[in-house]
Nanobody, 119 residues
Framework: QVQLVESGGGLVQTGASLRISCAAS????????MGWFRQAPGKEREFVAD????????NYADSVKGRFTISRDNAKNTVYLQMNSLKLEDTGVYYC????????????WGQGTQVTVSS
């Protein structure tokens, strides 16, 4: 099994920056993808960003491109999401997830961390 623990969420004002982290432990895969998702109140969970363990290639949702940066520290088994120029619509519970790179769906999820952006 894989355990994922998010941290770093909080309450910030619009335009501010925040970095959230996700520490992974337990079973490891030779090649995997770490992703960040978020869920706003009353909305479905949506993809935010992901990063490949081996190549470091990243992908972002259009809504966060240019503002958010996903990165990883393989030595610490930790992935980060640096969020800049935060907007009200970035509010939500942010979840990290992971899967082997050859598997289509994410099977391991963290418990989530709340990010609230206020005006």
């Amino acid at each position: 099994q894989v355990q994922l623990v998010e941290s770093g969420g909080g309450l910030v004002q619009t335009g501010a920056s925040l970095r959230i982290s996700c520490a992974a432990s337990g079973r490891t895969f030779s090649s995997y993808i770490m992703g960040w998702f978020r869920q706003a109140p009353g909305k479905e969970r949506e993809f935010v960003a992901d990063i490949r363990s081996s190549s470091g290639v990243t992908n972002y949702a259009d809504s966060v491109k240019g503002r958010f940066t996903i990165s990883r520290d393989n030595a610490k088994n930790t992935v980060y999401l640096q969020m800049n120029s935060l907007k009200l619509e970035d509010t939500g519970v942010y979840y990290c997830a992971t899967k082997p790179s050859w598997v289509p769906s994410y099977g391991y999820w963290g418990q989530g961390t709340q990010v609230t952006v206020s005006s």
